[in-house]
Antibody, heavy 121, light 113 residues
Framework: QVQLVESGGGVVQPGRSLRLSCAASGFTFSAYGMHWVRQAPGKGLEWVAVIWNDANKKYYADSVKGRFTISRDNSKNTLYLQMDSLRAEDTAFYYC??????????????WGQGTLVTVSS | DVVLTQSPLSLPVTLGQPASISCRSSQSLVYSDGNTYLNWYHQRPGQSPRRLIYKVSIRDSGAPDRFSGSGSGTDFTLKISRVEAEDLGVYYCMQGTHWPPITFGQGTRLDIK
């Protein structure tokens, strides 16, 4: 069955970096666009970034553009999110999610369990 | 950016009774292919979101048939015919038509009256 397992969260000081990983299994990872979506504790969902199945295209929310980098390794079935220059407002649960694309997005049909990133001094 | 406005933000319900959530978009969500990429998610406390409905009205496999989605253009509705205890939590609409960015509604919390 489809599984997405995030890791790499933790407590980090403002201005520092963190890299999240998302290990995928149960489906042909290289066939799907993959997203990161975050949720501050007690708040709503915020889309963060997307990467094409072949990593040729990447798009970011304005709130993270220039600080976060999405990438993937299809040989390892793994999605990444490199987060630099972290701010207190980046504190959130970070979810990886799979989605189908046909010029527009069908929504995210599978989600990981999330990993918590806390940015605090 | 497309803004999705959900109402109500809090919905107290009686088990066994119907419930309805509205999602209004700041612009039409009809894509150039004629489809409308408006999706609905449910998030139970402490869990990840789960997609219930995509393209306005298509139920995901595993989503109970008491859930239905409808609407067009800028106005959309999620209906639960008879609320069960497992339906409690927060519901989000999300649009994938005009992106980036993909945007979500603020969420509607469904709880027991």
């Amino acid at each position: 069955q489809v599984q997405l397992v995030e890791s790499g969260g933790g407590v980090v000081q403002p201005g520092r970096s963190l890299r999240l990983s998302c290990a995928a299994s149960g489906f042909t990872f290289s066939a799907y666009g993959m997203h990161w979506v975050r949720q501050a504790p007690g708040k709503g969902l915020e889309w963060v970034a997307v990467i094409w199945n072949d990593a040729n295209k990447k798009y970011y929310a304005d709130s993270v553009k220039g600080r976060f980098t999405i990438s993937r390794d299809n040989s390892k079935n793994t999605l990444y999110l490199q987060m630099d220059s972290l701010r207190a407002e980046d504190t959130a649960f970070y979810y990886c999610a799979r989605a189908i694309y046909s010029g527009a997005w069908f929504g995210h049909d599978f989600w990981g369990q999330g990993t918590l990133v806390t940015v605090s001094s | 950016d497309v803004v999705l406005t959900q109402s109500p933000l809090s919905l107290p319900v009686t088990l066994g009774q119907p419930a309805s959530i509205s999602c209004r978009s700041s612009q039409s969500l009809v894509y150039s292919d004629g489809n409308t990429y408006l999706n609905w998610y449910h998030q139970r406390p402490g869990q990840s979101p789960r997609r219930l409905i995509y393209k306005v009205s298509i139920r995901d496999s595993g989503a109970p048939d008491r859930f239905s989605g409808s609407g067009s253009g800028t106005d959309f509705t999620l209906k639960i015919s008879r609320v069960e205890a497992e339906d409690l939590g927060v519901y989000y609409c999300m649009q994938g038509t005009h992106w980036p960015p993909i945007t979500f509604g603020q969420g509607t919390r469904l709880d027991i009256k």
